[in-house]
């Protein structure tokens, strides 16, 4: 056994020198999702649902390209990656039936990225299921397992998938998360979490199917562990943890009345029915459905649509060959039927709902369950088996906790569960720019707070002026954060997801080499991190085969802070003419935002932060052509820090990056306080540092081709501070004037305007 090379202390991390450390991390990669064998991205139709014969050999890349790839990202600073794998890649051609040369593939990437130093923690990813549900994950038989035919889930709009759209370029944007909220998810997530309870005649091979799926999914992520394992090189050096699923969902466990939109749905986009429009359409029933778009004030009713499946449904014909994966299926569990139709929620001979509340309550002792109680009981119960799981094989794993996204963690402070190997491990995206694809610098909403009911009303929860924005940012992280440690205990919180899309404004940046938007987003992220005092986070992503047209290759998405069609950024220090841009300084996009008056607003401070804060353009062209936003990515983290971080921030407007920490004593000759200082910001003879004590030095080193320079601070025991200045440039256009009176004409349009005046 490998020893421990990151351990937990507490709320820190510690390497083998006592060194706190801070996770810059990314997502490697989102190409994992989909198989490299075919060429399968989710805008093409052909083979699509030959689902068994797949390979996932390449992703995320090949073996020979492996070092290519870890060079970049280590040369950008990033010293954590979370590993994308699906179920799918390892158990694609039937239950039990493992992908050993895929497992072998994974092993050499694993291999590869060990000779760069990284700390890597294996995430199991899924979205909305599967890739025949509309995103990523498990493999085709779980839905057929299911009763499921995933071939006519567009008719009945079970699911909306992009492969099978009918133009698929047109597919509309972000539309694929709204399949949590439409039948197959709603079924399947069911299943998965509580069969036993809402779906007893659903057995198959003895089993009920939420044991099913649960044993195949843990049992072949089991197998992966195990090969890595008897790889006898990659144990906990440079695998620290495991995730145990991302992003799960309830299904429809806690409605408490399916014919009516739950409360706390908040997404609402394209076609959105009620639970019970949405059996019906999957069993073949005519419905008319409202419609949503997603304005700028978040989802707006626009009208209504009829969804007419003409009788095709999204059930298994009665005449299905079941014996194709060799599973044998309980006589009581009938094909051609609603699942629910045969647990008595409703009656298919007169389409009449019988038992809306079916999922309200807990069967085995009539609780009433809400998203709490999910979590606690039917989402705990399943961590349970696959956290057993992972300590079989490696006891002193970190277990990386994902609890459903933005929905208050298990209470499991105090008690067996509270391991002290776990991280609290959230996501966190501005809902408003995802889904929009648009930096908005007027107003945003403080989410978070209008979850946890911190507003009277949602109308307070508006912060208006950029500065805002972006302290509200950090309080949302702030307060995600803290909750952790008030339901869970004492553990590292690391944001495992969190990004912005790059196709923001149609394209803009794309057309013109204007990254304004892009870097003004992804600083206002990062400046969130950092003042949040996360222990670390995993940006989301990194994609290979990201270009312009069809970004990630993913449902649309475009969060790759890489693409094929961008100049990559410069390895070292770069002239004037590598990143010749402007913009209007007097931005505060770029600044550190220390004022308190803008925290929140009032009658008094709202004309004074909507003058103040407006980006305006009073800049020529650009040519930077792909630097990506990198200036508000490639930004200088503490690595290894002597004591513990009291604080630390990057002020990109100034390029100026401070850090404050505790030391119980003073540093060794061998075991300085190390900063990651990137010389696209901090170029050799235009940088300077000031320190309350102490020696320091600048130095580049290289590993494997990867570049970094670095910076080790020898200082005295107690508190300590360090102020590091780099080279101050301008770093990006704005949009101009006629987008800042758009945003505000949307705000007069909408009464912010008459509300606060």
């Known amino acids: 056994m490998a020893p421990l090379r990151l351990r937990i202390d507490g709320r820190i991390f510690r390497d083998s020198e006592n060194r706190e450390v801070t996770l810059h991390g990314i997502n490697c990669a989102a190409d994992a999702k989909l198989p490299a064998t075919p060429e399968l991205p989710s805008h093409v139709a052909d083979n699509f649902f030959d689902g068994d ?111 099978v759209y009918p133009e698929p370029d047109k597919f509309p944007k972000m539309i694929w998360a709204t399949n949590y909220t439409r039948m197959a998810c709603q079924v399947i997530f069911t299943l998965f979490f509580g069969g036993k309870d809402f779906a007893p005649k659903a057995i198959i091979d003895g089993k009920n199917i939420q044991d099913y799926l649960q ?106 060959d079941d014996s194709q994966y060799g599973w044998k299926r309980d006589p009581g569990w009938r094909l051609g039927e609603c699942i629910w139709a045969q647990h008595g929620v409703w009656d298919p001979s007169t389409d009449t709902l019988l038992r809306k509340d079916y999922f309200g309550k807990d069967p085995k002792n009539g609780a009433t369950i809400d998203y709490e109680y999910f979590t606690n009981h039917y989402y705990m119960q399943y961590y349970r088996k696959h956290s057993k799981m992972v300590k079989s094989i490696f006891p002193d794993s970190l277990m990386f906790f994902q609890p ?25 995206y501005d809902g408003i720019t995802l889904l929009t694809k648009k930096w908005n610098r007027v107003w945003n909403i403080d989410v978070f707070g209008v979850l946890r009911g911190k507003y009277l009303t949602p109308a307070f929860a508006i912060k208006i002026g950029e500065t805002a924005i972006r302290n509200c940012f950090a309080h949302q992280l702030a307060a995600i954060r803290q909750e952790g440690s008030d339901y869970m205990g004492v553990h590292p919180c690391v944001f495992t997801e969190i990004g912005i899309p790059y196709d923001m404004d149609d394209k803009y940046a794309y057309k013109t080499g204007d990254y304004s938007s892009q870097i003004a987003a992804m600083d206002a992220n990062h400046f ?80 004074k932060t909507l003058s103040v804060d407006r980006m305006s353009s009073k800049s020529g062209g650009s040519d930077v052509r792909g630097l990506r936003a990198a200036e508000a990515f490639v930004r200088p983290t503490p690595v290894a820090t002597h004591g513990n971080v009291s604080s630390f921030g990057f002020d990109l407007r100034n390029c100026s990056f401070r850090l404050a920490l505790s030391a119980p004593s003073s540093t060794r000759e061998d075991a300085p306080t190390i900063v990651y200082l990137p010389e696209f910001h901090f170029p050799s003879g235009q940088t300077s540092a000031e320190v309350s004590g102490g020696k320091w030095t600048i130095s580049s080193e290289e590993t494997n081709g990867a570049a970094r320079q670095m910076l080790r601070w020898w200082h005295a025991e107690g508190e300590q501070t360090m102020t590091v200045k780099g080279a101050v440039r301008k770093q990006g256009a704005a949009l101009g004037v006629e987008e800042d009176e758009g945003y505000l004409q949307q705000c007069r349009d909408v009464g912010l305007r008459r509300w606060w005046w």
């Open 215 to 320: 044993d195949h999914f843990i049992a072949a992520c089991e197998h992966l562990a195990k090969r890595i394992h008897q790889a006898g090189d990659l144990e906990y050096d440079p695998i620290v943890g495991w995730e145990s699923i991302n992003e799960p969902n309830r299904g429809l466990i806690s409605y408490q009345d399916i014919s009516v939109i739950p409360t706390e749905q908040k997404l609402q986009k394209g076609t959105s029915p009620t639970a019970w429009q949405a059996i019906l359409t999957g069993s073949g029933r005519a419905c008319e459905v409202d419609t949503w778009e997603f304005g700028g004030m978040g989802p707006y009713k626009s009208g209504s649509a009829l969804i007419d499946p003409e009788g095709k449904t999204a059930w298994l014909s009665e005449d299905y």
């Open 53 to 163: 014969n797949v390979s996932f050999v390449n992703r995320p890349f090949s073996v020979d390209d492996a070092a290519t790839h870890f060079a970049r990202l280590r040369s950008w600073g990033y010293n954590t990656i979370r590993y994308i794998f699906t179920w799918e890649a390892i158990e694609h051609a039937g239950p039990g039936i493992y992908d050993e040369e895929w497992i072998q593939h994974t092993i050499s990437v694993l291999r590869k990225a060990k000779e760069f130093g990284f700390y890597i923690f294996m995430d199991p990813h899924q979205d909305v299921w599967s890739r025949f549900s509309g995103g990523s994950g498990a493999p085709m038989w779980t839905l057929y397992a299911c009763g499921l035919d995933p071939t006519c889930f567009d008719v009945t709009e079970a699911a909306l998938v992009q492969n």
């Open 528 to 607: 969130a991190l950092e003042e949040s005092k996360a222990n670390g986070y995993a940006l989301w992503t990194y994609v290979v085969t990201n270009n312009h047209y069809w970004g990630d290759q993913w449902n649309g998405e475009d969060l790759s802070i890489y693409s094929s069609d961008d100049k990559p950024l410069p390895a070292g220090t770069f002239s004037p003419a590598e990143s010749r841009v402007s913009l209007d300084t007097s931005s505060p996009s770029y600044s550190r935002a220390q004022s308190t008056e803008t925290l929140s607003v009032n009658p008094g401070n709202l004309r």
């Open 404 to 428: 459903p996204v933005l929905e208050i963690p298990p209470s499991i402070k105090g008690t067996e569960d509270d391991d002290p190997n776990i991280v609290f491990s959230p996501h966190f």
